[in-house]
Nanobody, 124 residues
């Protein structure tokens, strides 16, 4: 089992920045590719970005490319999401997720473990 706990969400004005963190415990962190998803009210869970186990590759949704950066610190078992130039449409609950395997996957059902989520609200 892998336990994931997100933090860092909050209320920010459009154009501002936030950094989300996700601390993992349980099994070896480096066994897993890590991703961020988000879910706005009334919408399906949406892929945001993924980073491979050794930070060798990252991949982002077009909607956040150039504004968001995903990174990980394997020594601290922690995943990050730096969000810049935030827009009201970025408002959602943000989830971190873990999956074993080395391929890039963007659909939620490919992920084995999920955090509880952290709310990000961007005001206009």
């Amino acid at each position: 089992q892998v336990q994931l706990v997100e933090s860092g969400g909050g209320l920010v004005q459009a154009g501002g920045s936030l950094r989300l963190s996700c601390v993992a415990s349980g099994r070896t962190f480096t066994n897993y590719a890590m991703a961020w998803f988000r879910q706005a009210p009334g919408k399906e869970r949406e892929f945001v970005g993924i980073i491979t186990w050794n930070s060798g590759s990252t991949y982002y949704a077009d909607s956040v490319k150039g504004r968001f950066t995903i990174s990980r610190d394997n020594a601290k078992n922690t995943l990050y999401l730096q969000m810049n130039s935030l827009k009201p449409e970025d408002t959602a609950v943000y989830y971190c997720a873990a999956r074993s395997g080395r391929t890039i996957q963007v659909v939620p059902h490919q992920y084995d473990y999920w955090g509880q989520g952290t709310q990000v609200t961007v005001s206009s």
